[in-house]
């Protein structure tokens, strides 16, 4: 069962924060985050595994709440390069799908 | 280094064609992925597979069929194209076990099916 991402699109003005969530009905084991611009493939952003801590990459951070089964991306003094449509991604328990949310909208705007 | 390659970039088939979607890796990844994007949509599952000789359906597994002889390889079959499979798809693969790891994805094929 796929995961459910909120809010579907958000747009925002250059420097300005947005959090993106994503939950489970499942139990969660690893949450993914991936980052796709029109036209190209998904790319890597980060990981959060079960037990694991809070990830950062540049201004960009993530959360993993295992009891609420829910994961939050933080975008932090966003930059126009942040656009795209941001997906999660998650494990079942015995890590072999890895199936993803609808996905989140994010436009940047200078 | 390649990472993951898929071929043909752009098709467009017949209803009622058959076709390959072809998928290399060259990073000895065990576990890897078909997903198809319709447009403005998420990424779907299609089949993955855990392995050389191991496969299994993902979310949206009809009217595909996979195969899995050799790690690096993973084509996806459609027989009987129809326009509902009109979709961009997207291969992946990964390293670790228990998804420890990131998923590289291939640069996708677009499929038109008229």
């Known amino acids: 069962q796929q995961p459910v991402q909120s809010p579907q699109a958000v747009i925002l003005r250059e420097g300005e924060d947005a959090v993106i969530n994503c939950s489970s009905s499942k139990a969660l084991y690893s949450v993914h985050w991936y980052r796709q611009k029109h036209g190209e493939a998904p790319v890597f952003l980060m990981i959060l595994l079960k037990g694991g801590e809070q990830k950062g990459h540049e201004k960009i951070s993530a959360s993993f709440n295992e009891k609420k089964q829910q994961s939050s991306l933080y975008l932090t003094a966003s930059q126009l390069s942040y656009s795209g449509t941001y997906f999660c991604?998650?494990?079942?328990?015995?890590?072999?799908?890895?199936?993803f949310g609808a996905g989140t909208i994010l436009r940047v705007k200078s | 280094n390649a990472g993951v390659t898929q071929t043909p970039k752009f098709r467009i088939l017949k209803i009622g064609q058959s076709m390959t979607l072809q998928c290399t890796q060259d990073m000895n990844h065990n576990y890897m992925y078909w997903y198809r994007q319709d447009p403005g949509m998420g990424l779907k599952l299609i089949y993955y597979?855990?392995?050389?000789?191991?496969?299994d359906k993902g979310e949206v597994p009809n009217g595909y069929n996979v195969s899995r002889s050799t790690t690096e390889d993973f084509p996806l079959r459609l027989e009987l194209a129809a326009p509902s499979q009109t979709s961009v798809y997207f291969c992946?693969?990964?390293?670790?076990?228990?998804?420890?790891?990131?998923?590289?994805f291939g640069q996708g094929t677009r499929l038109t099916v008229v």
């Open positions: 597979s855990v392995g050389a000789g191991i496969t």
């Open positions: 991604g998650t494990g079942d328990q015995y890590g072999n799908k890895l199936v």
């Open positions: 992946a693969s990964s390293y670790s076990p228990g998804l420890n790891t990131e998923a590289f």
